[in-house]
């Protein structure tokens, strides 16, 4: 689960090797990293976070992440009792 405290990096996509394996960038290897989101996903998360509410909370971003990470569709804050 995210939080503001945690420390997140953005790097190249994982390359896939012949034998059909994702192959990540060293740094993500050598930091043993995970992957929570493609960028068009990430991207496509926030965009739609500002799409719904006028001035968007750090909380409000993460909770739209850590939904979709659960249920891949996008966090409808107004059915989540959350504000527009």
Same mark, same amino acid.
């Given at each position: 689960m995210l939080t503001p405290e945690v /420390?997140? *990096?953005l790097e190249t996509y994982p390359t896939i090797?012949?034998?059909d394996k994702d192959v990540?960038?060293?740094f993500v290897v050598? %930091?043993?990293? #995970? +992957?929570?989101? *493609?960028g068009e996903q990430f991207e496509d998360v926030l965009m739609n976070v500002q799409s719904q509410? #006028? %001035?968007?909370?750090t909380d409000e971003y993460?909770?739209? +992440?850590d939904y979709y990470s659960k249920h891949? /569709? &996008?966090m409808d &804050?107004?059915?989540q009792g959350g504000r527009k």
């Open positions: /420390v997140c *990096y090797s012949s034998d990540y960038p060293n050598m %930091e043993s990293l #995970e +992957l929570l989101y *493609y509410i #006028e %001035e968007p909370t993460i909770s739209a +992440l891949d /569709v &996008f &804050f107004k059915s």
